[in-house]
């Protein structure tokens, strides 16, 4: 445990001394859909970095040859799809098929990538485990408390694929992508009790296809509930002996959070000086039953509180409870509670399903390009 914490600390160490890159993004939030385009060329790199693959390739503009990014998947999807960085290689002719960059440069996205010889590649799809044919029971501690990990000697794993992807009120429809992104405006009101200057954000976050998400333009963490539904999971690491709890994210920043159960006050802890408010806010909490209640709060406003930019303030005060109600799902509840943003308390609720015998993935922001 402590080399794997100091592990992640060197990480996060990393990040603050490397200039801000973009993380993994709303595709609508740097591509304009309004312009598809069609291009041939030569490979002439593959750039297998995270957040999104690279290939770049050259194409003929006349008498001269003018260099074009292809942007695919992230390499931990496109590798999990059965694609290498030996897919392509330099020389090979493709072509693609998608959307160009707003901002004008030299940039598609590789909604369809072919070889020359018609093979389509770069292809993804990605889906939950399959569900076993009968419940596993929870795995328990020897006192009788649910495990929050694995069966010791057995087969590792992670919480990943939540069933939801962006944050609505419970028993609220709306319609959205994976990204949050709502397919009509009109119904932005409907996404949760939202004070009229805090839905005039939403709204306005949104009518910009998200591309002021602060984890895709500064590598933001992903505090809230934002956390529990990126992409590529999270592990809970339970250190009973300090009656402590580790949420390990392979998103993001490839950071952490802590949820302290040892009955400490609410106050300022070691990843905070004195009352200065943090992206995860002070998380302390005990077991009810077979639940894990974490009341959060001292939150910072330079995060989103979920994919899609539901807006929130300092005032902010989360309740989440974490459930394992048979081994390979995990159900997370959250009531949201912030005076300055939200007309009333509202709760939301999704489940995680358990990837077994996987590491978690390690999605680093800091490697990828604007």
């Not at 008498?63 to 999990?80: G, K, M, T």
């Not at 002021?212 to 809970?236: H, M, S, T, W």
Request: glycine share 10%; hydrophobic share 35%; aromatic share 10%.
């Amino acid at each position: 445990m402590r080399d794997r914490l100091f592990a992640l600390a060197l990480l996060l160490a990393l990040f603050g001394a490397t200039r801000p890159g973009a993380g993994h993004h709303a595709i609508a939030a740097k591509f304009d859909d309004s312009t598809p385009m069609t291009l041939s060329g030569v490979v002439t790199l593959v750039d297998w970095r995270n957040p999104h693959v690279h290939v770049f390739i050259n194409v003929s503009n006349g008498d001269d040859l003018v260099n074009w990014a292809i942007e695919a998947e992230s390499p931990i999807d496109l590798r999990n799809s059965g694609w290498s960085p030996e897919t392509l290689r330099p020389g090979d002719r493709v072509t693609v098929e998608g959307p160009v960059a707003r901002d004008g440069s030299r940039q598609i996205w590789g909604r369809r990538v072919t070889t020359a010889g018609g093979r389509a590649v770069f292809t993804v799809s990605s889906s939950a485990p399959p569900v076993p044919l009968a419940p596993r029971p929870v795995p328990r501690w020897p006192d009788g408390q649910p495990r929050l990990g694995p069966l010791p000697g057995g087969a590792g794993g992670y919480w990943g694929y939540p069933t939801e992807t962006a944050l609505v009120e419970e028993g609220v429809e709306v319609d959205m992508d994976r990204y949050g992104q709502l397919a009509d405006l009109a119904n932005a009101g409907r996404v949760a009790p939202m004070q009229p200057w805090a839905l005039a954000l939403y709204e306005h976050r949104q009518s910009r296809s998200l591309r002021d998400d602060p984890l895709f333009l500064n590598c933001k963490p992903p505090g809230g509930p934002r956390q529990f539904q990126i992409a590529y999971g999270v592990q809970l690491v339970e250190d009973r002996d300090r009656r402590r709890v580790f949420v390990l994210m392979g998103g993001g920043n490839a950071n952490y959070r802590i949820l302290y159960l040892d009955g400490r006050e609410q106050v300022g802890q070691v990843t905070g000086d004195d009352d200065n408010p943090l992206y995860y806010g002070r998380s302390v909490g005990q077991w009810e039953g077979d639940a894990l209640v974490i009341d959060t709060r001292g939150f910072n406003e330079d995060f989103w509180l979920s994919n899609g930019g539901l807006p929130h303030t300092s005032q902010l005060r989360l309740v989440e409870r974490f459930t394992r109600t048979t081994f390979d799902t995990l159900d997370y509840e959250v009531t949201i509670d912030d005076v300055g943003a939200y007309t009333r308390p509202w709760t939301a609720k999704w489940t995680l399903n358990w990837v077994t015998g996987q590491d978690l993935p390690r999605n680093l922001c800091q490697e990828n390009r604007p």
